[in-house]
């Protein structure tokens, strides 16, 4: 997580000394087993989506490249901020040198931001693709996906605070840990809030209006769409009426997934950014129970529920993850995306 631990003199080291010598080695079990738990599922799940979607790369649809980026993302929160977590609860001080404890803090809020801002960037595409889709099929496949770009640069730039905040401090005589320096009081107050306005608040906003207005536009066009589209023309009018159907189903299924997808991200850091507010703005926050703890570390389920939902949303390709390469041959020719890109 992000560890907002707080650096001020004599208070750090009265603390630190505290939590050493009353440190719950129940609580510390229970957190090492689920974050190995989540550490390994994550990295499973899309790592393997990673691969069969890298197989895919030269058919991929534009949507497919988000998913595999949001995949990149997610690996990079399973092992560089699930795994330094686990490291950390394991021998219970940060082991390293300064630059590692710099590095480990910023790639921490990299992998929040990415994962956070692809589905961002996933959900504005979608509303583009199905609120103005005449603007959408007129544009051309690019080399680089700009949106995917600007997510990874948000990412990379918004987490630079991290390595000015975190250092390697001695919290004892001759004990060290990575630890945070920030002007009290505000400046934890005004760190940690500024984080959960741009890594959740801002973002779910805006996905949220995305989202209505997807809605409002799917509903009355579908309807349209399948009642009228025997009366369009015949024969070759027909064909293109069934796949003006199956493109409208399919953007239907392509929101529903996305919905699913930003609801899941609701749930699973709702917990954390309101547990981090609350142990900065309430002096008397219980941040050493196991509940506040424990709330903190499920944030990280969120990199395992994500390619279980495109998974579901997608069987062919959980087909491919179980079947063999030969049998995959066999009915490569008969897949489609759920998010056709129509020929320019």
Request: charged residues 15%; hydrophobic residues 50%; contains cysteine.
């Amino acid at each position: 997580m992000i560890c907002f631990g707080e650096n001020d003199t004599d208070m750090v080291l009265e603390t630190a000394l505290s939590d050493s010598e009353l440190r719950d080695e129940r609580l510390a079990g229970v957190e090492i087993a689920l974050l190995s738990i989540i550490f390994i599922t994550a990295g499973l799940l899309n790592a393997g989506l990673l691969l069969v979607l890298w197989r895919q790369r030269r058919q991929l649809s534009r949507m497919r490249v988000f998913v595999f980026h949001l995949c990149t993302a997610d690996l990079v929160v399973t092992f560089f901020q699930v795994c330094p977590q686990l490291l950390w609860d394991i021998t219970d001080r940060f082991v390293g040198p300064d630059l590692l404890c710099r590095l480990v803090k910023y790639l921490q809020v990299v992998g929040m931001f990415a994962s956070t801002y692809m589905i961002v960037v996933m959900t504005i595409d979608r509303y583009q693709a199905i609120c103005y889709p005449v603007v959408t099929f007129q544009r051309r496949r690019a080399r680089w996906n700009g949106p995917v770009c600007a997510a990874w640069c948000v990412s990379l730039i918004g987490s630079l605070p991290q390595i000015f905040i975190f250092s390697r401090v001695e919290v004892a005589p001759g004990v060290y840990d990575c630890w945070a320096r920030f002007i009290k009081p505000w400046g934890p107050r005004a760190y940690v809030t500024w984080t959960t306005l741009v890594i959740f608040v801002l973002p779910i906003l805006t996905v949220t209006v995305c989202q209505v207005r997807i809605c409002r536009t799917l509903r009355p066009n579908f309807s349209v769409k399948t009642q009228h589209v025997g009366d369009v023309m015949r024969k070759t009018a027909a064909q293109r009426a069934s796949s003006v159907t199956r493109l409208s189903r399919a953007r239907a299924k392509s929101a529903r997934m996305t919905v699913v997808i930003v609801f899941a991200y609701i749930i699973c850091w709702t917990p954390f950014f309101t547990v981090q507010l609350w142990s900065v703005w309430d002096v008397e926050a219980p941040t050493h129970t196991t509940t506040f703890t424990i709330l903190m570390l499920l944030a990280s389920l969120n990199s395992c529920v994500n390619p279980c939902i495109y998974l579901l949303f997608n069987g062919k390709v959980t087909m491919r993850l179980c079947v063999s390469e030969p049998d995959l041959k066999d009915y490569m020719h008969k897949e489609t995306t759920i998010w056709p890109i129509p020929p320019t």
